[in-house]
């Protein structure tokens, strides 16, 4: 059993690296809200966001305080009023949004602070800096309503949170902004982050939601653009109302120049690390260009698939298959769409009595190699395989013997072949066979 555990630990710590490359000295703007603080698990997120900065990514919090003021405003018999979806914050309401801004803060030092020896932030040496990054203006009178200290970001300062991260510091931001006139004003945590994201060119901003994550069908959204996010709020009146408002601000955000941003449930243990480390993620990603897709292929694909591997089969590189032959077998392919265009396809024919299937077909269009496709492909096929009980992967190949080789392939003989392909050898062709272990 240790042993199990031991292999899948180091498979799961391998297979972060690619993302801990990635990652490492990029900017992240991460907004939580004021239930995420008061939280008695708010430790962990701290414990996770900690790990992020000792990976080198450069970090600013945009943090919430809706129940830190709430809280303050009931010891004082008063209530923060909301008028068509905006709050209206008089004196006696700034007065509690300060206290309760200055109470997170210090909260959030604290526990960057910590360096218990047997505490996850063991070792861990953090500087967290704030201050008066945000320069706001006052909402104003809207249809009548003089919103008073509710104000809307009026500029941000770029460098100086720049500097900050430059240094190696933790930026940590309230939802506060100040006037030129020296007026404080109460802000929305999303919209800071969102701003913060923009003007500083992050390449993350994430979200962390307290209710479930975006779901079609029952699976989290993984991925929508812009004009995604306003078809879905378009259509979906169902969904909440701090969704709805994460999603309008993502939405802006990319099209403000924020290259990522994700929305995660804080609901799911561990979600901003799942999110950031492994292939699937927790979330939902918004991106300004649409991913691209991939997918199981369907019978009219068959075109595409064909226009994609007709000229490797003229070169013999590929077995010639006809239309009627990939129409039956369309089922066994998986692709990648670009913009309704078929860019990579391989296909997956399992021999389940041997506990074995055949990688065949792999193909990626000629403006499109060398940017990882077939990776990725291949990848998902392994993924495949292992849900179905496959323990190795086989292929046949002429040409691309040592590209397979380079992803784990090793040399086989015929003989290792299931006795169904075996008999199916062609010996003119002469083919390598290849074979792979599956974890």
């Known amino acids: 059993m240790s042993r199990i555990v031991s292999d899948s630990f180091i498979n799961w710590f391998r297979a972060t690296s690619p993302y801990v490359h990635a990652h490492r000295g990029k900017t992240f703007v991460l907004a939580f809200s004021g239930q995420a603080v008061a939280d008695e698990n708010f430790s962990t997120l701290i414990h996770d966001i900690a790990l992020l900065h000792g990976l080198g990514i450069r970090l600013v919090l945009v943090h919430g305080s809706r129940p830190q003021i709430e809280e303050r405003l009931r010891l004082r018999d008063a209530e923060m009023a909301y008028i068509n979806g905006l709050r209206v914050t008089d004196e006696t309401a700034l007065t509690c949004v300060k206290e309760a801004a200055g109470s997170v803060r210090v909260e959030i030092e604290a526990l960057f602070s910590t360096a218990a020896s047997n505490s996850p932030m063991a070792g861990a040496q953090i500087r967290v800096t704030s201050g008066n990054f945000v320069t706001a203006r006052p909402i104003g009178v809207r249809e009548g309503t003089d919103y008073l200290y509710t104000g809307e970001v009026r500029r941000i300062e770029t460098r100086a949170i720049c500097n900050q991260l430059e240094a190696g510091n933790l930026v940590v931001i309230p939802p506060l902004g100040y006037s030129p006139t020296g007026e404080v004003f109460n802000l929305s945590a ?250």
Not at 389 to 416: A, Y
């Open 190 to 439: 999303a919209d800071v982050a969102a701003a913060v994201a923009a003007s500083i060119n992050a390449d993350k901003l994430i979200l962390l939601t307290e209710g479930k994550s975006l779901k079609r069908s029952g699976k989290t959204l993984s991925h929508l653009t812009p004009a995604q996010v306003d078809m879905t709020l378009a259509r979906r009146a169902s969904l909440s109302a701090e969704l709805r408002l994460l999603l309008i601000k993502a939405a802006t955000a990319c099209r403000k120049g924020v290259k990522r941003v994700h929305l995660v449930s804080r609901s799911i243990e561990g979600a901003l690390l799942r999110e950031l480390f492994t292939r699937d993620g927790a979330g939902t990603l918004v991106s300004r260009e649409p991913f691209d897709l991939i997918r199981q292929a369907r019978i009219d694909d068959v075109g595409g698939i064909l226009a994609l591997i007709e000229p490797l089969e003229e070169k013999g590189m590929l077995v010639r298959r006809s239309r009627e032959l990939l129409e039956t077998e369309i089922n066994h392919f998986t692709l990648i769409e670009r913009d309704g265009t078929v860019i990579a396809c391989a296909a997956i024919f399992p021999y389940e009595k041997d506990a074995m299937a055949e990688v065949a077909c792999v193909a990626v269009h000629p403006d499109y190699q060398g940017k990882g496709f077939g990776d990725t492909l291949l990848q998902r096929l392994e993924q495949m395989a292992v849900q179905q009980g496959i323990e190795t992967l086989f292929v046949l190949t002429t040409v691309s013997s040592h590209w397979f080789q380079e992803r784990g392939f090793r040399k086989g003989e015929v003989q290792s072949l299931p006795m169904a392909r075996r008999s199916l050898y062609n010996y003119r062709r002469n083919s390598r066979v290849l074979v792979k272990q599956l974890d």
